[in-house]
């Protein structure tokens, strides 16, 4: 079993849905828990972060993380065609960037 | 120009040739990674290093070898290239915030294909 796992999709959403991406993990010892997002041919970025539980919310993005559940959402309203991307969980248990991704989520936000 | 620079860019190459691909960067960071993708497996961390002295095993080290020439340099190598080694490699680099957080960022990636 892999420590994150993440649904691959694809996902394919009219333009303006709310969208909601979410991740399992095993390990309790996980504190830093990250939202990458990855356009086609570019290298990840760093979206959202979020340490131990709770919300966090940036414009139309909200992450949130469920310690006791082991769960970590990231919720986009109005979502746009421009937020078409793969994204990607990942969590840091030491914060030494060592991150473990889950597999990428595919969004496709269509006109 | 780019923050963290990696070539080349693409690579198609033979089984049993060596490969080196290389990253600099210029945020003058201490720490820098390079990670693995593959499709249905995300992103796994092969090494890291945390100073130009510093150099560690990450998660699929094996098959693997790199390199930190300087602060801004680091390369990895491939000594004999087989098959499964093709995916797309990513150099990344990061120094904690003063929240806390260790972002890293991520160069452009380097597709690599082993004929």
């Known amino acids: 079993q892999k420590e994150v796992e993440q649904d691959p999709g694809p996902l394919s959403v009219p333009e303006g849905a709310i969208v909601s991406l979410n991740c399992t993990y095993s390990n309790s010892a996980f504190q830093y828990f990250m939202w990458y997002r990855q356009y086609s041919r570019k290298g990840p970025e760093l979206l959202m972060y979020t340490y131990s539980s709770g919300n966090k919310e940036d414009g139309r993005f909200t992450a949130q993380v469920d310690k006791s559940s082991k769960y970590i959402s990231l919720f986009i309203r109005d979502s746009q065609p421009s937020d078409s991307a793969t994204y990607l969980c990942?969590?840091?248990?030491?914060?030494?960037?060592?991150?473990?991704f889950g597999q990428g989520t595919t969004l496709q936000v269509k006109p | 120009d780019a923050d963290v620079t990696q070539t080349p860019r693409n690579r198609i190459t033979k089984t049993g040739k060596r490969i080196m691909l290389e990253c600099s960067q210029t945020?003058?960071?201490?720490?820098m990674y390079w990670y693995r993708q593959d499709p249905g497996l995300g992103l796994r961390l092969i090494y890291y290093s945390f100073d130009v002295k510093d150099i560690n095993k990450g998660e699929i080290s094996d098959g693997y070898s790199v390199s930190r020439q300087a602060q801004a340099k680091f390369s990895l190598s491939l000594e004999s290239a087989i098959p499964n080694q093709t995916a797309l490699y990513f150099c990344?680099?990061?120094?904690?915030?003063?929240?806390?957080?260790?972002?890293?960022?991520f160069g452009a990636g380097s597709r690599l294909t082993v004929l």
């Open positions: 945020k003058g960071h201490d720490r």
């Open positions: 990942a969590t840091d248990s030491s914060n030494t960037g060592k991150l473990i």
């Open positions: 990344a680099t990061s120094k904690p915030g003063a929240s806390g957080a260790n972002v890293l960022t």
